[in-house]
């Protein structure tokens, strides 16, 4: 059992598994600059995010006096939340799990259209990333200055650019931030007590907690939280098919990688010669630091941007762009067989399921929500007793009623309660109508809970339970609620 | 077993070095985490370095390090009671100060006070008259709409602060329902009598056999003197309505016989020795909007 060791000295504890690493490496990467069709794309979607981000809490809605004036608000001290036209209450946050499936299944449909158009065009932090990588690039230089000036001493140059490199993160990242925390309070208002550090402290702590956050995932982790932090490249790995576009390297057209020399010269001689000259400027451009030509791999955020590069370099060459591009696996597939690519089917299973469930849960939703009531009921029985008798023999049952009235001005409403001949209701501090029906009234934007009472002859009152119907007519606005529940009875 | 020749082999099918280990033919793959995941270990370790710090954290021989801070969470218990404590004392003020109409007037007095009623009648009241206020046999029912003694507000007040029967309170309400039948001041066919002869105006079924006749006039000469002629009873004696649907004791024959041979006359504390006078207002707003209240 006597090996010899890396350094080939003879030692029978060696065991060459121990040479394994335990941790893989994260070597920096350099991405380099690169102009094209998919940057341009690319800087037009980073804009429009980033704009929408920073400036969206500052947009205004006018929902009356006694509402909030922001169109879009998180307000968790009155448990509201404010969306243009839309106001939820807390219990009606199922929304939100309708807004996740409807997420979820739109990043299914995105990826059997087009690949992984979220991870390289519309994902947070991508964009942050490449917002972040801008700035590195405006003090330190194109890539091969950056690696120049990593590897050479310290000196006042690479202080001070280093210096204003973090310094811009940081202001970024106290401004991503800064913009997070508007979403829960008035913004202009918030903007001038941070502006007069008179903010609350939860402000701050956010703040700090998400300039730390940014600062270290777009400035530092980047292309490792692609890698090992999240699980959609893994959830579209197993969603990827045949016919989803892809960015792709034509094996067909690019092997064997010959010099351009090289290539002139076999082709002269007949000879098949590759149209990929080797010059890496596909991997040097890659933000997540990976090499297209080795495939579809999970390090690849399909961003478009070696295309780009790789257009550059065939124009430069005189041969046709499109050595890599979207593609599909279809389509590589034919290419290796020498047959004609089959056209892309965009409508296919998959794409029609997506596309029927994200029709049909944002139906659902759109239907809930136009049809939505502004007035609504919960009604608890009282549970001990059950039913009490009184002097005259009739039975009484006493409920809860909870009203939530979600109109922003206050309404009286005429509780009336379904039942047999003879069923009364009695609401202990209500005002009687016209009609003698009781009125309760209940302020704007908010609901009360009442005691109500209803008592049933004991004729009428013959089965041990039976269906009464409360109801809650609007005054005013003509709208009305109703809710049914038992009445109890010996 | 490492042989010489042996180094990290690669898996044919993914291109990943294999560890070695391997199992029934089946290899572990060596797919390592990247370096940084160690440092963030590193890092909690230093988190948790700086907890001990600033909060309580070692246990010592008879205390514990208390930490920069000096947190305690029992501390801050006793400072929230003690908001608590202020805050219920602005409350109590404010009910201290209205009268009882006011109290019921005011929703947020009376948000107060029935809060404030609720736990009181849980502490004090509810071990007779139940967790729901609906009573038992001998200890009325307090959500119907029958009062022995009154249903009003001051009514109310009065009964929880004198009590009934209670003679340590020279203010007590007292009425009794003498025991006929023990003291022989009726015989047993009479109260036979005027047991159908209620039964008859309570409208539950009568004993045909019984002459109710002579049950009207055992009735008039011995209980219509509290009672009243028509038996709809007298509040300021505390002599139920005989009338309707509602018996403290239960409607059945046996309960309204063994009442007159025994007497009845069930004791209620007085509560102005032991409650303060904000509580039983308080528990007065909360017993009269039980579902009775007048």
């Known amino acids: ?490 | 077993m490492a042989s010489e020749s042996e180094k990290p082999a690669v898996d044919a099918v993914t291109g990943t070095a294999t560890t070695g280990h391997e199992w029934d033919g089946i290899q572990e793959l060596n797919t390592p985490l990247p370096r940084w995941w160690l440092w963030t270990l590193y890092l909690t370790i230093v988190w948790s370095i700086g907890y001990w710090i600033v909060y309580p954290a070692w246990p010592l021989i008879s205390s514990h390090t208390t930490g920069v801070l000096n947190y305690s969470s029992r501390a801050e218990v006793g400072q929230e009671l003690v908001k608590l404590a202020a805050l219920r004392t602005t409350q109590a003020a404010g009910l201290a100060n209205a009268s009882l109409t006011e109290i019921k007037a005011s929703p947020d007095l009376q948000r107060i006070a029935l809060a404030r009623g609720k736990a009181a009648f849980g502490d004090n009241c509810a071990p007779c008259h139940g967790g729901a206020a609906t009573g038992a046999a001998g200890f009325p029912n307090l959500i119907d709409d029958e009062w022995i003694w009154g249903g009003k507000l001051d009514d109310i007040q009065k009964t929880i602060l004198h009590g009934i029967r209670w003679e340590q309170n020279p203010e007590t309400r007292v009425g009794n329902m003498p025991a006929f039948g023990r003291t022989g001041m009726l015989k047993r066919d009479e109260i036979s009598q005027a047991v159908e002869y209620v039964r008859s105006i309570a409208g539950l079924d009568v004993d045909k056999a019984v002459d109710l006749g002579k049950g009207k006039e055992v009735f008039a000469a011995n209980c219509a003197s509290c009672h009243g002629e028509g038996g709809k009873g007298n509040q300021e004696l505390g002599a139920p309505d005989l009338t309707d649907a509602i018996w403290l004791y239960g409607s059945s024959r046996q309960a309204m016989t063994e009442g007159l041979i025994n007497g009845r006359g069930g004791i209620m504390p007085a509560w102005s020795a032991r409650l303060d006078p904000v509580t039983i207002k308080a528990l007065t707003v909360y017993v009269h909007g039980l579902g009775g209240g007048q």
Not at chain 1, 220 to 225: D, N, P
Not at chain 1, 308 to 314: P, S, Y
Not at chain 1, 440 to 466: C, N
């Open chain 1, 1 to 490: 059992m006597t090996t010899v060791d890396a350094t080939g000295v003879a030692n029978a504890d060696y065991d060459p598994r121990d040479d394994i690493p335990l941790y893989a490496p994260a070597p920096k990467v350099y991405p380099q600059r690169v102009k094209g069709r998919f940057r341009r794309i690319k800087w037009g979607l980073l804009i429009a995010c980033l704009g929408l981000y920073y400036l969206l809490p500052f947009v205004r809605w006018n929902r009356g006096s006694s509402l909030p004036d922001q169109a879009v608000l998180i307000d968790l001290e009155r448990k509201r939340f404010y969306f243009f036209f839309i106001e939820l209450w807390p219990q009606e946050v199922y929304y939100l799990t309708g807004l996740l499936i409807l997420a979820a299944i739109i990043l299914f449909l995105m990826n059997a259209v087009a690949g992984r158009v979220w991870c390289g065009y519309l994902c947070p932090q991508t964009v942050w990333t490449d917002l972040f990588m801008s700035v590195e690039r405006f003090f330190q230089g194109d890539r091969r200055d950056r690696i120049k000036l990593d590897d050479a001493p310290w000196s006042f140059d690479k202080i001070w650019r280093k210096a204003a490199t973090h310094l811009s993160w940081l202001v970024i990242a106290w401004w991503t931030g800064g913009a997070w925390v508007l979403y829960f309070a008035d913004a202009p208002t918030l903007v001038m007590q941070l502006a007069t550090l008179q903010a609350p402290m939860t402000a701050y702590l956010w703040i700090g907690i998400l300039t730390f956050t940014t600062y270290v995932l777009a400035g530092h982790m980047r292309e490792q939280v692609c890698l090992y932090m999240c699980p959609w490249p893994r959830i579209q790995a197993a969603l990827t098919d045949a016919d989803a576009l892809n960015v792709t390297y034509r094996y067909d057209r690019g092997e064997p990688r010959v010099s351009v020399k090289q290539a002139a010269k076999l082709r002269e001689a007949g000879q098949p010669a590759g149209d990929c000259i080797d010059c890496h400027q596909c991997v040097a451009v890659c933000p997540t630091g990976v090499d297209i030509r080795a495939g579809a791999q999970l390090g690849c955020i399909q961003c478009g941007l070696c295309i780009d590069a790789c257009d550059d370099v065939m124009r430069k060459v005189m041969r046709p762009p499109g050595l890599i591009g979207y593609d599909t696996e279809a389509a590589v597939v034919a290419r290796d067989a020498k047959a004609t690519p089959p056209a892309r089917r965009l409508i296919r299973p998959r794409t029609i399921l997506y596309a029927a469930i994200i029709s049909l849960v944002g139906g659902a939703m759109l239907y809930q929500l136009a049809t939505r009531s502004l007035l609504d009921l919960a009604v608890n029985h009282e549970r001990t007793p059950l039913f009490t008798t009184l002097r005259d023999g009739s039975i009484r049952n006493s409920y809860t009623l909870r009203i939530a009235n979600k109109r922003s001005e206050a309404r009286p409403l005429a509780i009336t309660v379904g039942g047999p001949a003879g069923t009364t209701v009695e609401i202990s501090g209500a005002s009687p109508s016209a009609d003698w029906r009781p009125i309760v009234t209940v302020p704007a934007d908010s609901s009360i809970e009442i005691k109500l009472f209803v008592a049933m002859p004991r004729s009428v009152a013959t089965r041990s339970s039976q269906l009464i119907q409360i109801k809650a007519s609007d005054l005013a606005f003509g709208e009305s609620a109703t809710v049914k529940e038992n009445f109890f009875a010996p």
